[in-house]
């Protein structure tokens, strides 16, 4: 799936692509080949994998990839909302579930558990199989603030010394949420969640970012124009040796 206009900023690679649809192909197949990659040289595979509207062309085109052993690859996510249970609608558990899971049944899966009776435990134990794993892939994406998980610009540390946090959602963010439809209203949207961190993030080998939506085309400019700052915390994936960023017009938009 070629994009109709690709360029570097730093390190990171940018393709844009006519629609999400084509966006979502190019990523799963982009995907398909750095996990078939490792699993060829490894025999196994570790993938962090997002939530969020973003990502639904993504997970649909992944979804249809054919010879991927998916029993060979262990997956993590990113967050999770702090006290949620995972049958709520807005679960980031439920969603994985539903959209990508119990289609492709992978060896392991690894999920936070934002009803643990004790979150800070969740939080260890959590940081702990990450710590043990080396991660080959992250599939993120990037919000309307420029978060990369739940790490908003007023919590967001580059030289953060843990892998997983609780953090407080900025009011942006949780105004995301309800826009996306999670939620009926903004009260309803939780306040703090259970988040990688984002060095937990860039000690991934490989980061594919999908990102699109007119709505994000203001944090994908300043992903690639602004400076590399917890202020867009999205600009320090183009310090990442191996990253690329997936748009199509809509969010690219103030690009081209």
């Known amino acids: 799936m070629d994009s109709y206009h690709d360029f570097k900023v730093d390190n990171l690679n ?39 509207a973003s990502q639904f062309t993504f997970y649909e085109a992944l979804r249809e990839v054919r010879d991927l052993d998916w029993k060979k690859i262990t997956v993590f996510h990113l967050d999770e909302y702090l006290g949620m249970t995972d049958q ?17 049944k992978p060896g392991n899966v690894y999920l936070l558990n934002g009803d643990a009776a004790d979150a800070e435990k969740e939080v260890e134990r959590y940081a702990s199989l990450l710590q043990a794993a080396d991660i080959d892939l992250a599939c993120i994406g990037i919000g309307e603030n420029g978060h990369i998980a739940f790490n ?28 996306e439809g ?46 590399i700052s917890e202020k867009c915390p999205a600009t320090i994936l183009r310090t990442h040796p191996d990253c690329t960023l997936f748009i199509d017009k809509n969010s690219a938009e103030k690009l081209i």
């Open 14 to 52: 940018v393709k844009i692509y006519d629609d999400d649809k084509e966006m979502g192909k190019a990523a799963a197949e982009y995907a398909f080949r750095k996990i078939h990659e490792v699993l060829l040289t490894k025999g196994k595979a570790n993938i962090i994998i997002a939530t969020g």
């Open 88 to 104: 709520h609608p807005a679960s980031f558990r439920k969603y994985l579930k539903e959209r990508i899971l119990n289609y492709v």
């Open 152 to 179: 908003d610009p007023p919590v967001a540390d580059f030289q953060d010394p843990r892998l997983v946090k609780i953090v407080e959602l900025d009011p942006e963010c949780r105004q995301q949420q309800l826009g």
């Open 182 to 227: 999670w939620f009926a209203t903004l009260e309803d949207v939780p306040s703090h969640a259970l988040s990688l961190t984002v060095p937990a993030i860039m000690r991934s080998k490989t980061i594919s970012c999908v990102v699109p939506d007119k709505r994000k085309a203001d944090a994908v400019y300043n992903t690639v124009n602004a400076e």
